[in-house]
């Protein structure tokens, strides 16, 4: 595994000055020139002026220059400024600048087998530019590539909607999921040289074709739990009733009045619509 050298490279302010000057002066040695030996020595001029000049490269903040020798690396630079190194050096430019992006709709089965749609952001960055440079191919579509694949993966573990208490689900834990998926992005891409910022959830739905379907089913299961927490509301408040008017002993009921008020009371509190009252202008059992 290739690992990242810095160097520190003069600045390239004197070379350039020397180059322009021998420029020059290689021009006025060839016009001045009316022998062999003076034109010689203007070309020799000339080819060292060019050489020296190719040697110059510019770093821009938040820029890294990987330097080669004849295939070999030489070295990372990362001064910003003008700088000078061997002219024999390829020097490839390479940003450590924060990057983001956002994968593509991912359609994949979670862990109940129900087609979903994913996508997240990924923000990274480059922080070995030697890793970035040689250890793969291409550094920008590896990092698309391993996200998707994380991504892609993650999604397959946990269900869309956990309907069982104390379960991680894709929809009701975003934050836990997204720290996982960073997590999981990080070690695909360790090799590469870059280092992942953030991970998040960009998008999460159901498959088109099932979505009607699931959302009915949501609907229905929190029709229930609401109905489960009105009903219990509702037979806390009867019980208060029934030992309100017993200790006040306002009126006396046996049983089966008391499971007449009860019914009542219930399907007053329970219904989701304006109940009609009754009125009975006889005795209490008439």
């Not at 330097?67 to 190194?85: D, N, S």
């Not at 099932?210 to 037979?235: P, Y």
Request: glycine share 8%; charged share 20%.
């Amino acid at each position: 595994m290739i690992r990242e050298k810095l160097k520190t490279y003069p600045s390239g302010f004197g070379p350039l000055a020397f180059g322009m000057a021998g420029l020059a002066g290689a021009v006025w040695i060839f016009i001045a020139a009316q022998a062999t030996a003076g034109v010689i020595a203007a070309v020799g001029l000339l080819i060292v002026s060019v050489l020296v000049l190719v040697g110059l490269f510019v770093v821009n903040p938040n820029e890294a220059r990987v330097l080669q020798l004849f295939g070999a690396y030489v070295g990372t630079g990362k001064e910003a400024g003008l700088r000078w190194a061997n002219p024999f050096y390829t020097k490839k430019k390479i940003s450590v600048r924060v990057r983001n992006f956002e994968t593509g709709k991912l359609k994949v089965n979670d862990n109940s087998g129900n087609p979903v749609e994913v996508a997240a952001v990924v923000v990274w960055k480059v922080v070995d530019t030697a890793e970035a440079e040689f250890n793969v191919d291409d550094y920008k579509d590896f990092v698309h590539v391993q996200s998707e694949a994380a991504l892609r993966n993650l999604a397959t573990r946990y269900p869309y909607v956990n309907y069982d208490e104390g379960g991680k689900a894709l929809s009701s834990h975003t934050g836990e999921i997204s720290d996982q998926l960073k997590v999981e992005i990080q070690e695909r891409l360790e090799k590469a040289g870059v280092q992942v910022q953030e991970a998040r959830i960009s998008h999460l739905a159901y498959s088109p074709e099932i979505a009607a379907a699931m959302l009915q089913r949501q609907q229905a299961s929190a029709v229930v739990a609401a109905r489960q927490t009105i009903v219990d509301g509702a037979v806390g408040m009867v019980e208060s009733a029934l030992d309100a008017l017993a200790k006040r002993q306002v009126i006396h009921l046996d049983e089966e009045r008391k499971a007449a008020m009860v019914s009542n009371l219930l399907v007053v509190l329970c219904s989701d619509k304006h109940t009609q009252p009754v009125i009975n202008t006889g005795s209490l059992y008439n």
